[in-house]
């Protein structure tokens, strides 16, 4: 005849202990391979998978010095900046939000509005100074938008922008400067 083994109330705790261990390893595994590919060089990445060539080039040393650590990250190396962390996101006057990186009006004021996602976000770009390619990142199909003049990566569009677009071009907020309408 078999016992029944009673399970102690410190073999239960072990067990969860172990178990957040684990989970807090994996965590942090998954997270550090985000942020290592997040902040990946992507300009080899587009000059080797795309015929984009820009008006300004620069090398990754002339950018480092005309940028700061958070502009270099976005606009050269991709990566994303924290939600709600821009204060261009409570930007509210009327003005032009400028590429940081060389200065090329790119957004009005006139188009921006409130995405409740955390990035400054508009439904349209002024003519001709925005691209687009294919991002494939993140296991997921996107639209990447950046400077069509020096290639600085910008963010992406979706498809749930308010009308007159349906687009939302949600945008880290380093990557642009704002001018206020005098």
Known sequence: MKKNKLTSH????????????????????????????????MDKVIAADSDLTFEITKTEQEWRKLLN????????????????????????????????????????SKTKFDSGTGWPSFYDAIENSVGTQEDNTLFTKRTEVHCRRCGGHFGHIFKDGPKPTGLRHCINGVSLKFTATA
Not at 20 to 38: H, I, P, Q
Not at 76 to 91: D, F, M, Q
Request: proline content about 4%; aromatic content about 10%; hydrophobic content about 30%.
């Open 69 to 108: 650590e958070k502009q270099f990250d976005v606009l050269r190396r991709h990566a994303t900046e924290r939600p709600g962390s821009s204060p261009l996101l409570n930007e509210k006057r009327e003005g032009t939000y400028s590429c940081s990186a060389c200065d090329l009006p790119v957004y009005s």
């Open 10 to 41: 410190n073999d239960i705790c072990e067990d969860r202990r172990s178990f957040l261990r684990r989970s807090l390893g994996l965590a942090l595994f998954a997270g550090a391979g985000y942020s290592m590919f997040s902040l990946s060089s």
